[in-house]
Nanobody, 115 residues
Framework: QVQLVESGGGLVQAGGSLRLSCVAS????????MGWYRQAPGKQRELVAHITNGGSTAYADAVKGRFTISRDTARNTVLLQMDSLKPEDTAVYYC?????????WGQGTQVTVSS
């Protein structure tokens, strides 16, 4: 199993920045991929960005050029730097890990962007 603990959400004005952090209970070398998803009220959960244990990254079109996913392997931490935030980025953001064929989720952190 993998436990994930997110932090860094909050309220920010449009155009501002936030950085989300997710600490995993296992080494990244045992986790094949980690990602950030988000779910807005009344909408399905969607992928925002993900990073493999080889360091390859991928982003949703809606966040390309504004969000950056990275990792600190020494601290088993994955980060999501969010710049130029828009009101439509408002959602609960979840960290995920793919570990031995199963997906694990954090508890979620609220991001609210005011116009």
């Amino acid at each position: 199993q993998v436990q994930l603990v997110e932090s860094g959400g909050g309220l920010v004005q449009a155009g501002g920045s936030l950085r989300l952090s997710c600490v995993a209970s296992r080494s990244f070398f045992a986790i094949s991929a980690m990602g950030w998803y988000r779910q807005a009220p009344g909408k399905q959960r969607e992928l925002v960005a993900h990073i493999t244990n080889g360091g390859s990254t991928a982003y949703a079109d809606a966040v390309k050029g504004r969000f950056t996913i990275s990792r600190d392997t020494a601290r088993n931490t994955v980060l999501l730097q969010m710049d130029s935030l828009k009101p439509e980025d408002t959602a609960v953001y979840y960290c995920s890990a793919h570990y031995f064929g199963s997906d694990y989720w954090g508890q979620g952190t609220q991001v609210t962007v005011s116009s």
